[in-house]
């Protein structure tokens, strides 16, 4: 069982930057891997960004590329998603989720972090 925490949201204006935590516990990292989500009101869940396990590869919805950068901690169990340059259609609440390697099923959730960006 993984428990995943998401921390680091807040209130920010645009163009402004702020760092979210995705930290486990309950049993390691290894061998998931990790990907945000985002879901602002009245709309669907959608990808953000992910960071794989095996080969340290990254991926990233057009919508953020050149702003958000998705890093991995494996020794501390935290993934990261650096936000920059924010704008307020970034207003959501962001989730991370684990899968394991080449899984298309996300075994676990967080509980999310509202990013409110205002304008």
């Known amino acids: 069982q993984v428990h995943l925490v998401e921390s680091g949201g807040g209130l920010v204006q645009a163009g402004g930057s702020l760092r979210l935590s995705c930290a486990a516990s309950?049993?390691?990292?290894?061998?998931?891997?990790i990907t945000w989500f985002r879901q602002a009101p009245g709309k669907e869940r959608d990808f953000v960004a992910a960071a794989m396990w095996s080969g340290g590869s990254t991926y990233y919805a057009d919508s953020v590329k050149g702003r958000f950068t998705i890093s991995r901690d494996n020794a501390k169990n935290t993934v990261y998603l650096q936000m920059n340059s924010l704008k307020p259609e970034d207003t959501a609440v962001y989730y991370c989720?684990?899968?394991?390697?080449?899984?298309?099923?996300?075994?676990?959730w967080g509980q999310g972090t509202q990013v409110t960006v205002s304008s």
């Open positions: 309950g049993r390691t990292f290894n061998n998931y891997d």
């Open positions: 989720a684990a899968s394991k390697i080449g899984a298309a099923k996300y075994d676990y």
